[in-house]
């Protein structure tokens, strides 16, 4: 089975940085994705960690351990457009075992 | 231009009714997707599909079917739709398997009364 948890919401300050956290239990593991979705809008891709360690791309890092089944979005200097969900997805055995977890609301304050 | 399409973009309907939703992409890709998020915003894979093969979610409904006319459209086709088929649905399209990137489209929003 598959399993993937991730904080509902969350808060943090404009200017500030945040770590959203992915936890998984997945029969097999081939990758991990970040999607960002605002809302009433489609998922638009941030990241994907095969191998362990720590993946920047400008504001954005995605970090990953697979023997944890643990992973982090990070997220710095935030601004207001931030404010989204963050959802975690695994791709993991079997040719459609793409599962998404149920998603971070992230809101950016003032 | 739009890379992944998809109409109508809200689509209400009554039970029992049999209703398509159209999806195309101009991105040249080779695989495409349709995907159902809940109202709790749950995101799940429906089927996955190129030119050679249909992966389908065990957990769909036989109801839904995807129809293929060429490698640019994968349209959803649902029969006799229940209430628990409200949702929004979102195609999407990749460059090749799971491991890649995907598009998403819009959404349809479909609200079933």
């Known amino acids: 089975g598959q399993n993937i948890d991730q904080p509902t919401e969350m808060t943090a300050t404009e200017g500030a940085i945040v770590q959203i956290n992915c936890t998984y239990q997945?029969?097999?593991?081939?990758?991990l994705f970040w999607y960002q979705q605002h809302a009433g809008e489609a998922p638009t891709f941030l990241s994907y960690n095969v191998l362990d360690g720590l993946e920047e791309k400008g504001r954005f890092s995605s970090f990953l351990s697979r023997s944890k089944g643990y992973s982090y979005l990070l997220l710095k200097e935030l601004q207001m457009k931030d404010s989204a969900s963050y959802l975690c997805?695994?791709?993991?055995?079997?040719?459609?075992?793409?599962?998404f977890g149920k998603g971070t609301k992230l809101s950016v304050i003032p | 231009d739009t890379a992944v399409s998809q109409t109508p973009k809200y689509l209400v309907t009554q039970m029992g009714n049999d209703k398509s939703i159209k999806c195309e992409q101009n991105l040249g890709h080779d695989t495409m997707y349709w995907y159902k998020q809940d109202s709790k915003k749950f995101l799940k894979i429906m089927f996955s599909?190129?030119?050679?093969?249909?992966?389908i979610n065990e957990t769909v409904p036989n109801r839904f079917s995807p129809k293929s006319p060429d490698k640019a459209h994968l349209n959803l086709h649902i029969n006799s739709l229940e209430l628990g088929d409200s949702a929004v649905y979102f195609c999407a399209s990749s460059q090749g398997d799971l491991s890649y990137e995907q598009y998403f489209g819009p959404g349809t929003r479909l609200t079933v009364t």
């Open positions: 599909y190129n030119n050679k093969e249909l992966i």
């Open positions: 997945t029969s097999g593991f081939n990758g």
């Open positions: 997805a695994v791709y993991g055995a079997g040719s459609y075992q793409l599962t």
